[in-house]
């Protein structure tokens, strides 16, 4: 076997290098504390399409997701992070190679008073240095960074997905909105309506002023929610201009006044897939590989460093004889810490403390994942319940109103039991409509958590 003492300084090196780099590259990455979770409790079978706004079948809807998904400053900004990222990678892959210089200066040299001669000088050359990465350091930093760069690609996915979500849901509430303030102005005309009935009744002594009172205020009642609604109109207006990428004064093109069908519920999938789905998980799975590499890279920094330099360079008395002469060098510079006071150890310890809080980041990541989709598939659920609760009350309202119409018509029951009567089927049928657009919500709610349909584009917005 041969021995250390027998073998070549470089070839030395090269050998403890090898067996380092192994410890150092190979280093495992820590599993994160997450116990196995089981299937999801959703039971739909529909395939959720690629891009998931499209289920809800609008065409407006589709229109605007894409308008603010090409002009969304906020997106704007996620991309640029995503170029930027790419960029330090180019910046620290550019260690792996070697730095080469060149060079060319001028001199002239003249005597003052008493002399005779001068001397003009041209020199010219080439000066390379090269850093050998024995120990993998710079590469772990290159990988590093390359990490970041792709968990930066994911939150540039991840607010894609946000930017459409927070349009449906814009949307919806101003379907809403809209189809409300219909809904109002309806009942403020059959409201006075039966106002209009109740002053013919009183000028023939058929009802009671104090009945014609109540009516007027039932009408002023429902005709104060209009302006509200208008402004919440207004307000969700604005927003989903700033979403476009627009003032929010320039307005935006915008006519639905009914809620979209709810549409069929989709496959959920297993909890396996949804991790390898969803954006920012993967963005948090990045992290934790980059943080690795910054440890490799810390460690690697505690070992000898390499250096290679070398120039190539030529001088004359003039340009006519600047390649007479040439001169060559080659150097090898070996630095080694002895010294630091702790302080790459003390890196190593802190990229290691790094690297377990992406881990426990990325184990939150995936609870709040299954939280996410668990929490949809129930809000939906149970907004369905509600739903249909409502709608029986609004089926029995109808009824007794329909009778106590009749009664009081017959002198049977008084005015107030016929009001009242009104105001709570009026309040249900709003009611109805703002359950219908939650639940809607619901699944907005559900596409996002399943991360379907977002695709990095490979070109990115367009530079500004």
């Not at 002009?71 to 991309?79: E, M, P, R, T, V």
């Not at 129930?378 to 709608?391: A, H, N, P, S």
């Amino acid at each position: 076997m041969l021995q250390a003492r027998h073998l070549p300084f470089p070839l030395a090196c090269a050998l403890l290098a090898a067996s380092t780099v192994s410890c150092v590259r190979e280093r495992s990455l820590l599993p994160p504390p997450v116990p196995a979770a089981r299937t999801f409790s959703g039971e739909g079978a529909a395939v959720a399409p690629d891009s998931w706004w499209t289920a809800f079948h609008s065409d407006e809807l589709n229109s605007l997701i894409a308008r603010a998904l090409a002009s969304s400053l906020d997106l704007g900004i996620a991309w640029e992070r995503f170029r930027e990222a790419g960029a330090i990678v180019d910046r620290e892959r550019s260690a792996l190679f070697p730095d080469v210089d060149g060079f060319l200066e001028g001199r002239s040299e003249r005597g003052g008073s008493g002399f005779r001669s001068g001397q003009d000088r041209i020199e010219m050359g080439l000066a390379a240095s090269y850093e050998l990465d024995l120990w993998g350091r710079i590469e772990s930093a290159v990988e590093a960074n390359r990490f970041r760069e792709e968990a930066t690609q994911a939150d540039y996915e991840a607010a894609q997905l946000s930017i459409a979500a927070e349009v449906a849901v814009t949307w919806l509430r101003l379907v809403e909105g809209r189809a409300r303030r219909d809904l109002l102005r309806r009942q403020v005309v059959t409201n006075e309506k039966v106002l209009e009935q109740l002053e013919n009744r009183f000028d023939v002594g058929d009802s009671r002023s104090v009945d014609v009172l109540r009516q007027e205020q039932l009408v002023s009642a429902t005709r104060q929610l209009i302006p509200a609604e208008e402004s919440r109109i207004g307000v969700l207006e604005n927003r989903l201009a700033v979403l476009l990428g627009n003032p929010a004064q320039n307005g935006v093109d915008f006519a639905s006044r009914a809620l979209p069908s709810l549409p069929a519920l989709p496959d959920t999938g297993v909890p396996g897939d949804l991790v390898q789905r969803r954006p920012d998980v993967r963005a948090a799975l990045h992290r934790v590989e980059a943080a690795n590499a910054d440890v490799a890279a810390a460690i690697s920094d505690q070992f000898p460093r390499i250096t290679l330099s070398g120039s190539l360079l030529t001088e004359g008395g003039g340009a006519e004889r600047l390649f007479d002469n040439w001169a060559r060098s080659f150097a090898a510079n070996l630095v080694t810490p002895l010294l630091d006071a702790g302080q790459r150890r003390a890196e190593v310890r802190r990229s290691e403390a790094v690297e377990r809080r992406a881990v426990y980041a990325y184990g939150q990541a995936i609870l709040v994942s299954f939280q996410e989709v668990e929490d949809a598939l129930l809000q939906e659920r149970k907004q369905g319940e509600v739903i249909r609760e409502l709608r029986l009350r609004i089926d029995l309202a109808e009824k007794t109103y329909d009778q106590l119409f009749v009664e009081y018509t017959n002198g049977v029951s008084d005015f107030i039991d016929l009001l009242t009567a009104l105001a709570d089927l009026q309040a249900l049928r709003r009611d109805l409509l703002e359950a219908e657009r939650l639940r809607l919500e619901f699944r907005v709610s559900l596409y996002r958590a399943l991360a379907g349909g977002i695709v990095t584009r490979t070109k990115g917005m367009p530079d500004s």
